[in-house]
């Protein structure tokens, strides 16, 4: 199976401190996408990054990823009580596969107090 | 430009009854995508549609569930005599083309509880 594994699963942080998520795949991957998801609501798109990319920026978000590791991170700095919320790695299958479909990992539960 | 449109939010269906989901895509957008949440789990694929076509359904379980995306009007998923375990959230999403490369938006979600 392709589906990613986010780690932690869960980060207690205070505001202002940088959060960082860890998502790791098991196949080839032609990009990586991560999306928040606010309790009870739907996903928000955040990032993609490629599989030729390695390092990708968006406001306070950077992400990483490193193809020979299978993994990707996810930084938010600076963080805000708003950034509580579920926060969920998904990739395609790569070359070969099913073109469209995303696989999910179980998400990393960030909790932010003010 | 809204967004993809999923309705109803919430639906409540007894043990044997029917459930049907509908998903109107972002604009432009002629490709649309299922998934199911369960509790504390992230989003688990069901099936993949364009305009008239089911293009992979390997995530749809064989019985009881299918979808459609007619040409004219929204995606519907479709579940017939629900049981408890069918109690999830359904979410859709669209994106421009079916590519890997390309974002897909997703909509709020209905909520399905089967009593």
């Known amino acids: 199976s392709q589906q990613g594994e986010e780690d932690p699963q869960a980060l207690s942080i205070q505001e202002g401190e940088n959060a960082t998520m860890n998502c790791s795949y098991k196949t080839s991957i032609n990009n990586l996408q991560w999306y928040r998801q606010n309790s009870g609501r739907g996903l928000v798109h955040l990032i993609l990054i490629r599989s030729n990319e390695r390092e990708k920026h968006s406001g306070r978000l950077r992400v990483t990823l490193d193809t020979s590791k299978k993994s990707s991170s996810l930084l938010i700095t600076a963080s805000r009580a708003a950034d509580t919320a579920s926060y969920f790695c998904a990739t395609d299958a790569g070359r070969g596969s099913t073109l469209g479909r995303l696989y999910f990992g179980r998400g990393t539960q960030l909790t932010v107090w003010p | 430009n809204a967004g993809v449109m999923q309705n109803p939010r919430h639906l409540v269906r007894r043990r044997g009854q029917e459930a049907r989901l509908r998903c109107s895509p972002m604009k432009g957008h002629s490709h649309v995508y299922w998934y199911r949440q369960l509790p504390e789990e992230g989003l688990k694929f069901m099936v993949y549609?364009?305009?008239?076509?089911?293009?992979?359904e390997s995530g749809m379980p064989k019985e009881r569930f299918s979808a459609e995306f007619p040409k004219e009007g929204p995606s519907i998923l479709r579940i017939q005599q629900v049981v408890r375990g069918d109690s999830a959230a359904y979410f859709c999403?669209?994106?421009?083309?079916?590519?890997?490369?390309?974002?897909?938006?997703f909509g709020p979600g209905t909520r399905l509880t089967v009593l």
């Open positions: 999403a669209s994106s421009p083309r079916g590519l890997s490369y390309n974002e897909q938006f």
């Open positions: 549609l364009q305009k008239e076509n089911i293009i992979d």
